[in-house]
């Protein structure tokens, strides 16, 4: 008990020492609250995920890298953090928008509030405001340049704050996987997650800004995961004589991932298998010859209803995207890149009918768009990490098949 006393203090001595703060907008719509977090500024693109639960997850995950994440659940931080919950190795939200700040830490596990959590990772943040009201502005009118500014800095002409807000760089054309990627490769050992046997498969993974729900999830299945940075080569996939490939989630523009675009490219033309998700998705879509485009203001949060055409189950994903992949739904086309055969848009977003997942018929490769790992959010979709696990067994029972063919001719 004596762990949850000390968070709900020190909250409350923060909530007291909270400062004037002002998130401004690039249109120019500014709204007034209290510091929450560190003090000072913090620039980024101003987006809103629909999540309940799962706060410590969504300001750990790297795929919010350079954006300012508005919480549309008015009630945020009352089960403080703890060092078990973080998706990766930091917060990598540039700053975060709340309502109603938990004024003290209510849960067994937690080991500190939020705000101390905040302000020791510099994340910038602002509380008070209506965020009902900024959700359906950022709604009606997209996602925008953001910025919050607290203490002094919120002392400044609003003028100069907007135009501060207006000359910082667009996250289209942005190119982040490399700055959230792991510096040096590492391993996902099977038996540290549960496993029992001897690993089942080599599965090599490129860090875009993968969450560690990921390699809990096939290491949980059998599968021995090498994590290599953003930048890998091909060669250093080939070094692993790995059984698949897998691309992760990430920040950014896909337009930018030309090197990572290559990279995939030689991972078909090998014939391994393959899966992504999110980012890894939008890459996939880019080697097949199909173009991406920025959303309006996106899919983030765990409860956004998607379509499984193999199964015709609607599915509950948790999701975190900002560009999509602009593939024809409800066909089966040939890859405009046609090396790559026949494709089909495998799962569809049942709020806009965006792309959510395609799949290669003549290939053993397919990717999603959101997030079955689901930190957090629900669990409707783990089943695929199962589909991948499945592609590998088929390759494997081929190559064995082709290996005794051949000693049988050559007896």
Not at 214 to 234: D, E, I
Not at 252 to 267: F, K
Request: proline share 6%; aromatic share 6%.
């Amino acid at each position: 008990m004596s762990q949850n006393h000390s968070p709900s203090a020190a909250s409350a001595a923060g909530s007291a020492a909270a400062q004037p703060a002002l998130l401004v907008l690039e249109d120019g719509t500014v709204h007034r609250g209290r510091s929450y977090g560190a003090v000072g500024t913090t620039l980024g693109e101003a987006v809103f995920t629909t999540g309940m639960t799962g706060y410590q997850e969504t300001l750990t995950d790297p795929s919010y890298a350079r954006q300012i994440v508005v919480q549309t659940f008015p009630h945020i931080g009352n089960t403080g953090v703890n060092d078990e919950d973080p998706e990766s190795r930091a917060m990598f939200v540039a700053g975060y928008v709340v309502r109603d700040a938990a004024r003290r830490a209510s849960n067994w596990r937690a080991q500190r509030t939020l705000d101390e959590e905040l302000q020791a990772q510099g994340v910038v943040g602002i509380q008070g405001v209506d965020t009902r009201a900024i959700t359906r502005h950022l709604r009606s009118e997209g996602s925008m340049k953001a910025g919050i500014f607290s203490g002094e800095a919120a002392e400044r002409p609003v003028a100069e704050l907007v135009a501060e807000v207006q000359g910082q760089p667009s996250m289209a054309g942005a190119r982040l996987a490399e700055e959230v990627t792991t510096v040096q490769p590492y391993t996902v050992e099977p038996a540290d997650h549960g496993w029992e046997s001897e690993p089942l498969f080599e599965v090599a993974a490129i860090d875009l800004g993968i969450k560690a729900a990921t390699p809990r999830h096939l290491a949980q299945r059998g599968v021995r995961l090498h994590v290599l940075p953003a930048t890998a080569s091909y060669q250093d996939i080939a070094a692993l004589d790995p059984d698949g490939v897998f691309l992760s989630n990430g920040p950014g523009d896909p337009a930018t991932a030309d090197a990572q675009v290559e990279l995939l490219t030689q991972v078909l033309d090998a014939g391994l298998p393959f899966f992504g998700i999110c980012f890894g998705n939008q890459i996939f879509g880019r080697t097949l010859g199909f173009g991406t485009y920025k959303l309006p203001f996106g899919h983030r949060g765990p409860n956004q209803p998607v379509m499984d055409k193999a199964t015709g189950r609607v599915e509950i994903t948790s999701q975190n995207h900002g560009f999509a992949v602009d593939a024809p739904l409800g066909e089966v086309v040939t890859a405009p890149n046609e090396r790559f055969g026949r494709v089909e848009v495998s799962h569809w977003s049942l709020n806009d009918q965006v792309v959510e997942g395609l799949r290669l018929l003549d290939r053993p490769a397919f990717s999603v768009q959101f997030h079955p790992e689901s930190a957090a959010g629900p669990h409707d979709s783990a089943g695929l990490f199962d589909r991948f696990i499945t592609l590998m067994q088929q390759r494997s029972a081929a190559a064995g098949t082709a290996a005794a063919q051949t000693t049988s001719e050559g007896a």
